[in-house]
Antibody, heavy 117, light 110 residues
Framework: QVQLVQSGAEVKKPGASVKVSCKAS????????ISWVRQAPGQGLEWMGW????????KYAQNFQDRVSMTTDTSTSTVYMELRTLRSDDTAVYYC??????????WGQGTLVTVSS | QSALTQPASVSGSPGQSITISCTGT?????????VSWYRQHPGKAPKLIIF???NRPSGVSTRFSGSKSGNTASLTISGLQAEDEADYYC??????????FGTGTKVTVL
């Protein structure tokens, strides 16, 4: 069965970086891209960007363009999302989702990132 | 890219039908048939319930249906059940090759 398993919760100080992983299984990894979506406490879903797992090409949302990097490791079927220069309002649950043609059909369990001094 | 506009809340009694709207522009909802809907229960990851405007993934109840007219997409839940109480989000592909979510709608079963 398709599974996306994310890394565990993180606590970071303002100005630091965080790198969240998303390990895929149960399907041919390079046939689907991966999107990252975040949800601040009590807020809605926010799309951060998408990566092609076959080519490594990326598309980022304008809000994150200069602070986010998404990479893929086909040898381990894992996608990474790094967010830099963290602020308190980056505190959120970060989700990865299998995504082709903007259809997010399977989601990871979410990773809580807390930014606090 | 601004979020798509959804009503903050919609409610209905068990067995009734409700409709949630999702309004965008010709650069997103109106320009593409890549509109999807997600249901999210508290503390859980979102779940896909409609893709490409009106298609249901395997295993999703036929009580869920989607449509689109112009720049507005709609999700209808018929035969409302207690388990339908959740947050619902629409999403669309955009002309900038990005994705955008709606503001979210809280569905309450009275």
């Amino acid at each position: 069965q398709v599974q996306l398993v994310q890394s565990g919760a993180e606590v970071k100080k303002p100005g630091a970086s965080v790198k969240v992983s998303c390990k895929a299984s149960g399907y041919a990894f390079t046939t689907y891209g991966i999107s990252w979506v975040r949800q601040a406490p009590g807020q809605g879903l926010e799309w951060m960007g998408w990566i092609s797992t076959s080519y490594g090409t990326t598309k980022y949302a304008q809000n994150f363009q200069d602070r986010v990097s998404m990479t893929t490791d086909t040898s381990t079927s894992t996608v990474y999302m790094e967010l830099r220069t963290l602020r308190s309002d980056d505190t959120a649950v970060y989700y990865c989702a299998r995504d082709e043609t903007a259809v997010k059909d399977y989601w990871g369990q979410g990773t809580l990132v807390t930014v606090s001094s | 890219q601004s979020a798509l506009t959804q009503p903050a809340s919609v409610s209905g009694s068990p067995g009734q039908s409700i409709t949630i709207s999702c309004t965008g522009t010709s650069s997103d909802v109106g320009g593409y048939n890549y509109v999807s809907w997600y249901r999210q229960h508290p503390g859980k990851a979102p779940k896909l319930i409609i893709f490409e405007v009106s298609n249901r993934p395997s295993g999703v109840s036929t009580r869920f249906s989607g449509s689109k007219s112009g720049n507005t997409a709609s999700l209808t839940i018929s035969g409302l059940q207690a388990e339908d109480e959740a947050d619902y989000y629409c999403s669309s592909y955009t002309s900038s090759h990005t994705h955008v979510f709606g503001t979210g709608t809280k569905v309450t079963v009275l």
